[in-house]
């Protein structure tokens, strides 16, 4: 079984309406992240969460708001969806030890229409 | 603030050599990941660095220099599996494990 799993891995949308995407992990780690992947601009931070009361903004937060769950769960949603938000977008989970390597979920591909 | 400039494509022949560039300006540095990822799939950890030198692993081996914020990725024996898009990714500081990620190289190996 995967560790990083998310839901749905596609999903087609229309402008103006809420969606979630749902990231879960059996890792155990603390950590957390939303990234947003875009042709040309790589990986974008979106949210991250070091805990599960701790919640923060990456550099593209306008847009999108998240829940911390539990531990091992990390919700992303979209509140209005508009068609610049359509990309592929990825949770990663991190230990807070060693280097901190991020292991990322296999993708949710989101098109706004 | 962050940049991290890579190439974006790069095309090298089975059993060649690559090598795939990354140079970074951040405000603090913490250490350089590289990350594999297949068309359409989750980027996987390759390499590490937070020292200057190489690290070799098998095939792939990550070099740094951080007085000229500069690290390459090392492609030895080309094989087709590993066509596939390389991120270089830098970590500015200790607390707390934020990447920056470049554009991503595009490796596309021929026969």
């Known amino acids: 079984d995967a560790d990083v799993t998310q839901t749905p891995r596609n999903r087609i949308t229309k402008t103006g309406k809420r969606i979630m995407l749902e990231c879960s992990q059996t890792?155990?780690?603390?950590?957390m992240y939303w990234y947003r992947q875009d042709p040309g601009l790589g990986l974008r931070l979106i949210y991250y969460?070091?805990?599960?009361?701790?919640?923060n903004k990456g550099e593209i937060s306008d847009g999108y708001s998240v829940s911390r769950q539990a531990q091992a769960k990390f919700s992303l949603s979209l509140e209005s969806a508009i068609p610049n938000q359509t990309a592929l977008y990825f949770c990663?989970?991190?230990?807070?030890?060693?280097?901190?390597?991020?292991?990322f979920g296999p993708g949710t591909r989101l098109l706004v229409l | 603030g962050q940049n991290i400039d890579q190439p974006t494509e790069m095309t090298a022949t089975e059993g060649a050599i690559v090598q795939i560039n990354c140079t970074y300006q951040?405000?603090?540095?913490?250490?350089l990941f590289w990350y594999q990822q297949h068309a359409g799939e989750a980027p996987t950890f390759l390499s590490y660095n937070v020292l200057d030198g190489l690290e070799e692993k098998g095939r792939f081996s990550s070099f740094l220099s951080r007085s000229k914020g500069y690290s390459y990725l090392l492609l030895k024996e080309l094989q087709m599996k590993d066509s596939a898009s390389y991120l270089c990714a830098v970590t500015p500081k200790a607390a707390g494990n934020k990447l920056t990620f470049g554009g991503g190289t595009r490796v596309l190996v021929k026969p």
């Open positions: 951040t405000s603090g540095f913490n250490g």
């Open positions: 969460s070091f805990d599960v009361k701790d919640i």
């Open positions: 890792k155990g780690h603390d950590r």
């Open positions: 990663a989970t991190s230990d807070r030890t060693g280097i901190e390597t991020q292991y």
